[in-house]
């Protein structure tokens, strides 16, 4: 049994063939798909609070190398 995550190309084509079952259009943009995916959550009653209302994360902090690492 195969426990290797799904590829992009996979998630791409369930994503397509989820907004086509939804008679949804696929998003063309990122602004698209982002209010797509609000309109969604808002109409299946999901929990967590909008994109719009999170804070904006900043980039990963770096990880410190020990000097005497090897």
Known sequence: MEHARPTI??????AAALCERAGEEF???RGDAS?????LRIE???PAPRLEDTPVRGPPARR???ANAF
Do not use: C, D, K, V
């Open 35 to 39: 209010e797509l995916i609000e309109r």
């Open 27 to 29: 998003p063309e943009t």
């Open 64 to 66: 410190r190398r020990r």
């Open 44 to 46: 299946n009653g999901h």
């Open 9 to 14: 190309r996979q998630i791409y084509a369930l």
